[in-house]
């Protein structure tokens, strides 16, 4: 399986900047082994698909509307997105999900990207963690309800494992290897348990949460995942490409 690296620019605000690190990006890892992805804020998403068109980097959205189409002023429907070169949509992101987000929406977006046959990119992530395990309950409950509504014969869709605590930090702070390990096992139990062996085999599993140059390799070979979901990093050239 090629691994998947997803950068989240999150609310970047300068299209000057997001240009020159697009075109960037393209020359540095456009053809390299791995599925690149950059979830830009919705503005710039038609921006960045005619530079990375030829390459094999994809334009990816931060968010999307639960809704279809209608009269719901200042939502942007999985169709628009589509029709503006996006290819897959980060949802439920823990910034979304303290911004009021409930699993019942999330559950929605993510049957709203899967019916346009855009990726989506499901995320999960306890808040704490502590000796009595609580966190796998909390994981469980945010995958369960988030592929509710994906349909039984699962669409593509990947999944994006981000510890709220370890978001945001230095490397440092990132997740352990032996307790990522651990995770990412119970989290595929989840997925084969709904949706089959092969399907449940297939969803890339990714992790996030203070992803740098210097911790990403080990977490890569130690941690056993299929790749990362990278914020901070990601605005940085020279961390990204590494
Ligand atoms: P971070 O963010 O790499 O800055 O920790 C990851 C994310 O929020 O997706």
């Known amino acids: 399986m090629k691994k998947l690296v997803v ?35 919705s503005p710039l998403t038609s921006l960045l698909s ?21 009269a719901h002023t200042g939502e942007v429907p999985a169709r628009l997105l589509k029709a503006s070169g996006v290819t897959y949509v980060i949802v439920g ?18 049957a709203r990207v ?5 990726i989506p990119i499901l995320c999960v992530g306890e808040e704490t963690r502590d000796g009595g395990g609580n966190h796998f309950g909390v994981i469980e409950r945010q995958l369960r309800a988030g592929l509710a509504k994906v349909g039984k ?17 230095k490397a440092d702070d990132a997740m352990n290897h032996m307790e990522l390990q651990e995770t990412v096992i119970f989290i595929r139990k989840i997925i084969v348990s709904l949706f089959g062996r092969s399907p449940g ?22 941690g056993g995942m299929q790749g990362f979901l990278v914020g901070h990093a990601s605005l940085n050239l020279k961390a990204f490409v590494a």
Request: with cysteine; glycine share 8%; hydrophobic share 40%.
């Open 93 to 110: 992101h823990s910034e979304r999900r303290a911004m009021g987000e409930s699993d019942e929406a999330i559950a929605e977006k993510m």
């Open 50 to 70: 005619p530079i990375f068109a030829g390459s094999s980097v994809k334009v990816g959205a931060q968010d999307v509307s639960v809704y279809e189409s209608g």
């Open 153 to 169: 014969k699962a669409p593509p869709f990947v999944v994006a494992y981000e510890p709220v605590w370890a978001i945001g930090k």
């Open 114 to 118: 899967s019916d346009v046959k855009l």
């Open 201 to 222: 085999l297939a969803a890339p599993v990714l992790y996030g949460g203070s992803v740098e140059e210097t911790n990403v390799g080990s977490l890569m070979k130690e």
């Open 7 to 41: 950068a989240n620019w999150k609310m970047h605000d300068s299209p000057e900047e997001a240009l020159w690190l697009a075109r960037a990006i393209k020359r540095k890892v456009g053809k390299s082994g791995a599925e690149v992805v950059v979830c830009a804020p």
